[in-house]
């Protein structure tokens, strides 16, 4: 599924220094660039979940996070590539104007709660309109009960998760970055969403701060000069 991925820790410095670092601001092979956010209280399990997505291991001493982090990875997604470009954002409250500049743009977001914790659960709403207000309008979110291999001490059941996601338009799994369990599903079935949402003209790529960018393959595909084709010779589009 993979293809290629990175990790790396975005010290907090000024505004221009937040920005993705460049070498991984166009997708080299992919049909698309989306941008995702994962957001949520601190020690919900957010860097856990990035790296257990990006690594395919549980990190093992995760520190809270400062300001944020950022790691990118290669799926492949109903037959397109595509490079999602993470930003792993602090829990803390202290951090939360500069997370919050990371927001604009974000096509997608993973909505974090721990389920051994109602505290983190009852602050979703507020993650949430943050969210809505300052990332892209059409945000796509999926919301993660994290840590549901701590099921014996479990505070948020799924039935009342799962009601708050759909009176919200979220979709929703429970997850585990210390087992993997639904990890890399969380990230794929939030990329599927927007795909569709592309397909079926709901989100517009070339609309400014849509989160999405095309990538080198979509943008070949989008300069080939398929009306000086002589007739007959043009490809099936199926
Ligand atoms: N049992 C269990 N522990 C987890 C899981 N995910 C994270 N943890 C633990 O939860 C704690 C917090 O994890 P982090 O990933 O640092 O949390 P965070 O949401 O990134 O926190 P901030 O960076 O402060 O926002 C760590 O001690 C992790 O080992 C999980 O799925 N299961």
Not at 45 to 51: A, M, P, V
Not at 202 to 209: H, K, T
């Amino acid at each position: 599924m993979s293809e290629s991925y990175d990790l790396h820790t975005i010290p907090h410095k000024s505004e221009d220094q937040m920005k993705a670092p460049t070498n991984v601001q166009k997708a080299s092979v992919s049909d698309f660039l989306f941008k995702f956010l994962v957001i949520g209280n601190a020690g919900t399990g957010k860097s856990c979940l990035l790296h257990q997505f990006i690594e395919k291991r549980f990190k093992d001493e995760s520190n809270h996070t400062i300001g944020v982090e950022f790691g990118s990875k290669i799926i492949s997604v109903v037959n397109k590539t595509v490079k999602l470009q993470i930003w792993d954002t602090a829990g803390q409250e202290r951090f939360r104007s500069v997370t919050r500049s990371y927001y604009r743009g974000a096509a997608g977001a993973l909505l974090v709660y721990d389920i051994t914790s109602r505290e983190t659960y009852n602050a979703l709403t507020t993650w949430l309109s943050d969210a809505r207000m300052l990332a892209s309008q059409n945000i796509v979110i999926i919301l993660c009960g994290n840590k549901k291999d701590l099921d014996a001490d479990r505070e948020v059941t799924f039935l009342e998760a799962s009601r708050f996601a759909q009176e919200n338009e979220l979709m929703f799994l429970e997850t585990s970055a210390l087992t993997g369990e639904n990890v890399e599903e969380a990230f794929i079935q939030c990329a599927r969403k927007i795909l569709n949402k592309i397909e079926s003209g709901e989100l517009d790529p070339e609309r400014m701060g849509s989160g999405i960018q095309y990538g080198d393959a979509a943008l070949r595909q989008l300069r080939s000069p398929r009306r000086a084709q002589p007739q007959g010779t043009q490809e099936c589009g199926c």
